[in-house]
């Protein structure tokens, strides 16, 4: 995917080595987790970001919010921040010569 | 759309969903139990209940010894969401079945969500909003109300009274319910609060006075949808939702006329997100077979609210007070 098809407050899906990778440009800063809620398989890419507060913390973190039940996701760690022990996986992602690249 | 594309509709999804039989019955092996409630629900609006007996005795057997049950056939601990869904396909199903295990198994999860009440009148399970979680073991009582037999309804009735009166309690000024945690936009647990539960209510004697919820909850369901026709962000899974509990307000309000053009639009956006078989999550995406299930169930209940009948729609829900019963007359004196 090239990096200018992602503009910042958008997201995209991709396929690397066979998992969906939902990626997210939030005013500029990049981030992909696996695109699938551990729930009910709602498509992450889909869904609505959201600053909330971290349970744990209470200081206001990154998220994403599954559009099918609802469940938030921390975007920097892919923890489910509304039922804890259930999370998304996180990848790398790195802009090489105009190119969106994903890795573990 | 005309009745016969509906038909049409119906038959040829229905064809594809039994041909993915092995990934939705428990007859097949474990399941996902949300998918199976919802693939048994299709079974039950088509008119086929009788005839898949064994699908039911598989979903009596998935049952927990404390009447619930787990979200994936092979889990242990029983969760309120799924367990109300579950037990609302076997009551429906018993009024065809009249079969002694499935009656047992109804008991079973009468005497679950009796003992799982807090004090406040809420259910609670950890995958799911408070509110939305309520309006289901609600929902379920409201058909055990609507078809159980008088000796029955004490303890029952008070618990669902409770559970009402949270919901109403829930309902915030502009008629939507919001859920901070899982639903902010309030699109899904309106749509499933009205229709699981605040609606039936008007059916049933002695209960709360829900009309003006209702009413507002119908205004807020009828402004949140899109241009195009569906809502929240071209959700199929939402917009089957609102579709859904639309053609129960409007029955139950009568307001068929003010609805009827909201319906169609959303009707009609909803064909047309169809995959070849089945429906996607979002347009253009991968089919989901718990999506295809709710989208033969729209199709079924705009039949239903399309028939002479008045209440035909209303009975696929279960809340139509009559016909025959759902208990056998040994089991009446339990509740």
Redesign the interface.
Known sequence: MEVESLKPGESGLVVADGQEVALFNVEGRLYAIGNRCPHRSGPLFRGRIETVPDPETGSATTAVRCPIHGWLFELATGRCLTRPRAGVPVYSVTCQDGELCVGK | MDLDKAAGLIESEARFLWTVHPQWSLTAGPQDM?LVAHAMRVILHMGKAAESLPEYLALVKAQHPDGGWGRESTEKESAAWVSAFCALMLIRAQTLLQHPEVEKAVWRSIDYFLAGQKPDGRWVD????DLDTTSHPVSFFNVVLALGTPKMKEAVRAAWRRGLRFILQGQSEDGGWY?P?????GV?TTAHLVQDAVIASLALPEGLPVRPACEKGMNWILEHQDADGSW??K?V?HTMDCTRSTLLISRMLRADERCRPALEKAIDWIVASKNREGWP??PG?ET?L?RTCDGLDVLLKVQAWRQTDPLEVVRRWGYAPGGQPTFLRAAEVRV
């Open positions: 949300e950890s995958e799911w909003g859920d945690v899982f639903q902010p936009s899904e929240d962000e959700n899974d999550d979002f995406m989901n718990e």
